[in-house]
């Protein structure tokens, strides 16, 4: 009964090629994030995705960008892959209406090879 | 622009005694929450314990409390009678108002001894 669910959980990929990640959340939540952890365990925001808005962390490449079919699902999609891009990437969903704590995912590590 | 900082790269607690882990952030906003979590092994990212800026009350969560002081924008994570179990990254949180993002901390890696 997974409320914050990513799949893959591990991916390995050859730089150059394009690559999704998906997230579901199953808590009513009304916005979604993604989110970057480096090899430092450094987190750093990229997306905030709700029905109304998509807020952008300026600093994400372009390459980088989220798809939201539905409130309850928001996927990552990376083009061109570099070696800096790896990391682990976590999705989490919130509650506007209420700022308690956030969900996360589990997290996807991301190798690029 | 916001920032979280968390001075102690790794600390160091025996096993049923009490730990202190330091945040401070820096913020032009007077309402908004703060949040630590736990990141075990496990990379699962868990909530600890969240506070509210408006509200004066240090939140406390079980042996998890905080010592939250406004003025110096600074915000503590103690934990009591450490366990083993409480050995992970543990991350301190600043929660934005405008897209309701979070801002985190370094990390501390607490260490418990057995």
């Known amino acids: 009964d997974t409320a914050v669910s990513q799949t893959p959980k591990y991916l390995v990929t050859q730089m150059g090629n394009d690559k999704s990640i998906k997230c579901e959340q199953n808590?009513?939540?009304?916005?979604m994030y993604w989110y970057k952890q480096d090899s430092k365990k450094f987190l750093k925001i990229m997306f905030s995705?709700?029905?109304?808005?998509?807020?952008i962390n300026e600093t994400v490449p372009n390459r980088f960008s989220p798809k939201s079919p539905d409130k309850a699902h928001l996927n990552l999609h990376i083009n061109s892959l570099e070696l800096g891009d790896s990391a682990v990437y976590f999705c989490?969903?919130?509650?506007?209406?209420?700022?308690?704590?956030?969900?996360f995912g589990s997290g996807t590590r991301l190798t690029v090879v | 622009a916001q920032t979280v900082t968390q001075s102690q790269p790794e600390m160091s607690v025996q096993e049923a005694e009490t730990v202190t882990l330091s945040c401070t952030y820096d913020?032009?906003?007077?309402?908004?929450?703060l949040f630590w979590y736990k990141q075990p092994p496990s990379r699962q990212m868990i909530l600890v314990i969240r506070?509210?800026?408006?509200?004066?009350q240090n939140a406390t969560e079980n042996r998890f409390s905080v010592n939250f002081q406004k003025a110096a924008k600074s915000f503590s994570l103690k934990i009591s009678d450490s366990q083993l179990g409480d050995a992970a990254m543990y991350f301190c949180?600043?929660?934005?108002?405008?897209?309701?993002?979070?801002?985190f901390g370094g990390g501390t890696r607490l260490m418990v001894k057995p």
């Open positions: 989490a969903s919130s509650s506007g209406r209420a700022p308690t704590g956030y969900t």
């Open positions: 808590l009513g939540h009304d916005t």
């Open positions: 995705y709700n029905n109304k808005e998509l807020i």
């Open positions: 913020t032009s906003e007077s309402d908004y929450y």
């Open positions: 506070q509210e800026a408006y509200k004066q």
């Open positions: 949180a600043y929660r934005h108002n405008a897209g309701n993002m979070l801002t």
